[in-house]
């Protein structure tokens, strides 16, 4: 009777094991195509040959696979408010990205094609699961806005994973992130709307706890060969009421350096950026350091 009782508990283990693991790539989309917003009708058709040149290229590593759809996307437009509209609605924009829109599209083109998917409609789940809160469109208090939400949130979920604690000489920073209940001004759909701006306050962190390296560790041995080309990077600021400034991922060059690869306001475009990370963020008054994120498999 107790062998048997081993067994089943065992086979419990498994198939929860296994629940969790199909969950984690099976996406329910919730948005209908007439809740989406496309910037025109070549968007469908551009994601739809970019997943079909990244199937063949046979990458299945999903640091890989991020990297070469950040380098199929180098010279895209930089252009900043895309998601924002009088309704919230499901936004695919393959033309014009930011930093967060560019992280967003790069977990999405990886996840589907790691799925064996071809199609922009797998493309624009994983788009509504990575960027909502619990993975389903509602309004916009149902997007998640901070990057320290956004992680908890995917992470939940198995899509994504900080590994900043597992970084040499990590530290961490306690923090309120509720910089958008404080400038309503700044956001359109906040300016005149006390009820959406509850909705808002309900999800920002009080006194929150997070990892991140300060930048001056980003020239240190051990630092560089922790990091992987194709890892997700966003800068941690010191502003108030932030947590990070900014979003894009890590390319490690031959010499073991890391660089960053974003969607660049200053720069207008995505682009490589010419100096190392550490060079980089040397010349910022803000920015202190970095987080980390992979995806989840």
Same mark, same amino acid.
């Given at each position: 009777m107790i062998?048997?009782?081993?067994?089943?508990?065992?086979?419990?283990?498994?198939?929860?094991?296994?629940?969790?693991?199909?969950?984690?790539?099976?996406?329910?989309?919730?948005?209908t195509t007439a809740q989406m917003r496309f910037h025109c009708d070549q968007d469908t058709t551009i994601i739809n040959q970019?997943? @079909?040149? *990244? !199937?063949?290229?046979? #990458?299945?590593?999903?640091?890989?696979?991020?990297?070469?759809?950040?380098?199929?996307?180098?010279?895209?437009?930089?252009?900043?408010?895309?998601l924002e509209g009088d309704e919230e609605m499901l936004t695919i924009n393959i033309h014009e990205l930011d930093c967060l829109t560019f992280i967003e599209t790069l977990y999405a083109l990886t996840r589907t094609t790691l799925a064996g998917r071809?199609?922009?409609?797998?493309?624009?789940?994983?788009?509504?699961?990575?960027?909502?809160?619990g993975g389903q469109m509602g309004d916009y208090s149902t997007r998640i806005h901070y990057i320290s939400e956004w992680?908890?949130?995917?992470? @939940?979920? *198995? !899509?994504?994973?900080? #590994?900043?604690?597992?970084?040499?000489?990590?530290e961490y920073m306690v923090k309120n992130i509720d910089y958008m209940t404080h400038h309503t001004d700044s956001y359109r759909q906040l300016k005149n709307d006390t009820a959406m701006v509850e909705k808002i306050r309900?999800?920002?962190?009080?006194?929150?706890?997070?990892?991140?390296?300060?930048?001056?560790?980003?020239?240190?041995k051990a630092v560089k060969a922790a990091l992987r080309s194709g890892d997700f990077v966003t800068l941690v600021t010191k502003t108030e009421g932030l947590d990070v400034s900014h979003n894009g991922i890590i390319i490690v060059d031959e010499?073991?350096?890391?660089?960053?690869?974003?969607?660049?306001?200053?720069?207008?475009?995505?682009?490589?950026?010419?100096?190392?990370?550490?060079?980089?963020?040397?010349?910022?008054?803000?920015?202190?350091?970095?987080?980390?994120?992979?995806?989840?498999l």
């Open positions: 062998k048997m009782k081993k067994i089943f508990l065992a086979l419990t283990v498994l198939l929860v094991a296994c629940g969790a693991q199909q969950s984690s790539q099976q996406v329910a989309q919730a948005a970019l997943l @079909m040149q *990244g !199937n063949q290229s046979g #990458v299945k590593d999903a640091n890989a696979l991020i990297e070469f759809y950040a380098r199929k996307l180098l010279g895209t437009p930089y252009v900043a408010h895309t071809y199609s922009w409609r797998d493309f624009a789940a994983h788009i509504e699961d990575v960027r909502y809160r992680i908890i949130d995917n992470h @939940m979920r *198995g !899509n994504l994973v900080e #590994v900043t604690p597992d970084l040499p000489h990590v309900r999800h920002e962190l009080r006194n929150h706890r997070f990892p991140y390296l300060k930048r001056s560790w980003l020239n240190d010499k073991g350096d890391p660089y960053l690869l974003d969607a660049s306001m200053s720069g207008g475009k995505v682009m490589l950026q010419s100096k190392p990370l550490f060079n980089y963020l040397e010349r910022s008054k803000t920015n202190i350091g970095i987080r980390v994120f992979r995806m989840m």
